[in-house]
């Protein structure tokens, strides 16, 4: 699986977006692009994920650049309950299933 | 829906002791794994199953043994407790069919293991 490189930490201010920038340079045409959370002591969450196309959902957007090196998660109006470690994680389909969190963005939503 | 549910939530062992994890999952997923998360580091797999008798080594298999009688359940049993195994062990679940990238895991709220 392509490895992922994510800065170590951001702060955000409450009420505006977040983006979180991810590359992933080594990408493969059947990796996609996964993007999970995790909030102190808790299991990791399922935030939004991608293959080429840009996705939104309820909670996020995802930014996929048109070589796929990189994407973008948007956390449209970020809330202090935001605050978490955030995981961009890129895999293909099939073998041991395996998620590899690497170290992630630590985002610090501040009010 | 209960989702991923792990039991216990936190216990304390001593060295050479054994027990089992709990992981319990009411969504009829065939995929079950078990992580392990120590301080400030990303997961790590130690098992998975694909299926109801079906159990494979991840990357850090050593120390651990797993058996999936029934697709709802997936416990993790540690037979001699060593201090190196105090971490948070997280359990996730997913329906392989139809995978495509179209289905994400769902991960239990943990259980933390400390052995002294």
């Known amino acids: 699986d392509a490895k992922t490189t994510q800065p170590p930490s951001m702060d955000c201010a409450e009420g505006r977006a977040a983006n979180l920038p991810c590359n992933h340079s080594?990408?493969?045409?059947?990796?996609?692009v996964y993007w999970y959370r995790q909030i102190h002591s808790q299991g990791p969450q399922y935030i939004i994920h991608?293959?080429?196309n840009n996705e939104t959902n309820e909670m996020a957007s995802l930014i996929i650049t048109e070589d796929r090196k990189s994407s973008t998660l948007i956390l449209p109006h970020a809330t202090l309950r935001d605050t978490a470690v955030y995981y961009c994680?890129?895999?293909?389909?099939?073998?041991?299933?395996?998620?590899?969190f690497g170290a992630g963005t630590t985002v610090t939503v501040r009010a | 829906n209960a989702g991923v549910t792990q039991t216990p939530k936190f216990q304390v062992l001593k060295t050479g002791q054994s027990m089992t994890l709990q992981c319990a999952q009411d969504?009829?997923?065939?995929?079950m794994s078990w992580y392990r998360q120590d301080p400030g580091m990303g997961l790590r797999l130690i098992h998975y199953s694909v299926g109801a008798g079906i159990t494979d080594q991840g990357e850090v298999p050593n120390g651990y043994n797993v058996s999936r009688s029934t697709t709802e359940d997936f416990p993790l049993r540690l037979l001699s407790a060593a201090p190196s195994q105090t971490s948070v062990y997280f359990c996730a679940s997913f329906p392989t069919a139809g995978w495509g990238g179209n289905q994400p895991q769902h991960f239990g709220d943990g259980t933390r293991l400390s052995i002294l």
């Open positions: 969504m009829n997923h065939e995929y």
């Open positions: 080594t990408i493969s045409g059947n990796e996609y």
């Open positions: 991608g293959l080429k």
């Open positions: 994680i890129v895999r293909v389909d099939g073998g041991d299933y395996k998620l590899s």
